[in-house]
Every structure is written in structure tokens, then in C-alpha cells.
Antibody
Framework: EVQLMESGGDLVQPGGSLRLSCATS????????MDWVRQAPGKGLEWVGR??????????EYAASVKGRFTVSRDDSKNSLYLQMNSLKTEDTAVYYC???????????????WGQGTMVTVSS | DIQLTQSPSFLSASVGDRVSITCRAS??????LGWYQQKPGKAPNLLIY???TLQSGVPSRFSGSGSGTEFTLTISSLQPEDFATYYC?????????FGGGTKVEIK
């Protein structure tokens, strides 16, 4: 069974740092692009960032709202995705989801598998 | 950035109704659009990708259409389990973006 499980969410003060993890199983992790998506309380979905797969040199993309503060990384040997969050702001408060994204032959389609999410609260 | 505008933002309907949700893109995105369903406290669930392709395991009452800048998600006969919030997402260019969501509630 394909599974994604996020961890690492916590209460952190503004300006602080946090590292989220996404443990995966049931598929060949190194073949897939992986995304982080967040959802502030009572709000809609916001794409945060992406790690491309091994074949695309693990390159990354970010939303403007987190660029320079957040870093997406992965460890294919551990089938895990990470989100390092620095200089956290109150507006970063959200549930953070990791999601597997399906791409073939240079075209990407959609995120077909999602984790259950982990809550990050930024408050003093 | 490509903006996605969903309408309506709220929809009240009865079991058995045919309902349609529109997603308009601020610029052409070909067929690079997906639709997701989200229930309270749960992760999103993929319904449609490439604008009109039904994800495996999704009931056939869901369908998608459109290309370019205008897209539609249709539920042919609304079932009790379909009451949820629906989001479109464009995957044509970075940053990826989502529509604001459409909440479908019971009339």
C-alpha cells in the first residue's frame, strides 16, 4: 500500500525554525516528484514547494511566500522528504501536507497520494 | 503567477442533483489542470487530472472538461458522500496554484 506520513509539526515562536519529515512507503520514491502543500486554518490549499526526482537531479521549486526561508530536500535511501522552515512567521501557521506528484515524459499531471498532514503553529 | 478563480464559492444542492463547478485561469494552461475533493479534517483526494481524465477508483458520476482558460467539474448525480469542498489546481507553470475552493453543502 502506498503511504505518506508527515511528522515534526509543533508550536514555534516567530523567527524560529522547524523541520518537517514525510516518510513514504509502497512505491519507488526516487522516481517521483514530491510536493509540500499547506492549508491555514479555515482557508484553502497553498502549494509550498517541490523536489523533482532523481532523473531530474532533485531540483526544487518554491512559492514566493516561502522562497529563501524554506528548503525542500529528500533522502532517497530513507524514502523520505523534508521541509526545513526558517524565519517562521505567524502566517506560516497551517497544516502541512506532503504529496506525491505524477509526472511522465516531461509532463506533470497531479498529486495522486497525500499524507494526513502535520500542524505547524507559529505564535508567541 | 496564474490565478485560478472558482465559481461558485458556495453551492447548496440536494442528493440526486447535477452540479457544476467552474475554474477560470488568468492565462491559458492547455489541459494542465486537476480537481480535488477535500472533506473536513482530511487530506485532499484527486478526482480528475489533465482536465478530463478520471483518476482510478473515482466514481464515474464525476467528470471534467475544458482547456485553455475555462474548466468545469461536473457531478452528474450528487450523492451524500459528495458533500465536501472542491479545489482546482494548475500544473502548467510555477508556482503551482489552487483555486479558492467550492464548498458543496446539503440543501
Amino acid at each position: 500500500e502506498v503511504q505518506l506520513m508527515e511528522s515534526g509539526g509543533d508550536l514555534v515562536q516567530p523567527g524560529g525554525s522547524l523541520r518537517l519529515s514525510c516518510a513514504t512507503s509502497g512505491f519507488t520514491f526516487s522516481d517521483y516528484y514530491m510536493d509540500w502543500v499547506r492549508q491555514a486554518p479555515g482557508k484553502g490549499l497553498e502549494w509550498v514547494g517541490r523536489s523533482r526526482n532523481k532523473a531530474n537531479n532533485y531540483t526544487t521549486e518554491y512559492a514566493a511566500s516561502v522562497k529563501g526561508r524554506f528548503t525542500v530536500s529528500r533522502d532517497d535511501s530513507k524514502n523520505s522528504l523534508y521541509l526545513q522552515m526558517n524565519s517562521l512567521k505567524t502566517e506560516d501557521t497551517a497544516v502541512y501536507y506532503c504529496a506525491r506528484h505524477v509526472c511522465h515524459s516531461g509532463r506533470c499531471y497531479a498529486s495522486d497520494i497525500w499524507g494526513q498532514g502535520t500542524m505547524v503553529t507559529v505564535s508567541s | 503567477d496564474i490565478q485560478l478563480t472558482q465559481s461558485p464559492s458556495f453551492l447548496s444542492a440536494s442528493v440526486g442533483d447535477r452540479v457544476s463547478i467552474t475554474c477560470r485561469a488568468s492565462q491559458g494552461i492547455s489541459s494542465n489542470l486537476g480537481w480535488y475533493q477535500q472533506k473536513p479534517g482530511k487530506a485532499p483526494n484527486l478526482l480528475i487530472y489533465a482536465a478530463s481524465t478520471l483518476q482510478s477508483g473515482v466514481p464515474s458520476r464525476f467528470s471534467g472538461s475544458g482547456s485553455g482558460t475555462e474548466f468545469t467539474l461536473t457531478i452528474s448525480s450528487l450523492q451524500p458522500e459528495d458533500f465536501a469542498t472542491y479545489y482546482c489546481q494548475q500544473v502548467n507553470s510555477y508556482p503551482l496554484t489552487f483555486g479558492g475552493g467550492t464548498k458543496v453543502e446539503i440543501k
